[in-house]
C-alpha cells in the first residue's frame, strides 16, 4: 500500500511540473492539492478549455497555473466571470487600434475610475 501511495504523489509532482507549477514555487502545494482530486482527463480537458476559451498559448496556461493553480479546481462559469479581459481587449480593442490610435489609452484610463483626457460630450 505505501508503494501505491508513493506512486500516486509521485505521478502528482510530475503532473504539477507538467502543467507549469516548478517544485520549488510557493504554490506547489496548492498544485498538489488541485491535482489530487482530478484525474489526469479532468486537468487536460480543464488546460484545453483555458487555451480555447481565452485563446491562450501552452506558456501563458503555464503562467496562469503557476500563480493560481486552484484555477484548475473552479468550474467554466466561474473561470468565464473572471478571465474575460483580455478577451475584451483582443476583440474590441487591438482591432481597432489604427482606427483609433488612443482607442487602448481611453479604455485603459476609464479602468482605472479616470474619465479619459480625449472624451467630449457633444
Known sequence: MAATNLECLLAMVACAKGIGVPRGSGMFRQALRAIAF???????????????????SDAEVGIAISKAPTLLTRNKESLQRSLVEKVFVEKFICPYKEVAQHLAEDYAAACRGEVPTRLRFA
Do not use: E, G, M, P
Not at 487536460?44 to 483555458?50: E, G, S
Open 38 to 56: 482530478l484525474s489526469q482527463d479532468k486537468i487536460t480537458a480543464k488546460v484545453d478549455y483555458l487555451k480555447n476559451t481565452f485563446r491562450w
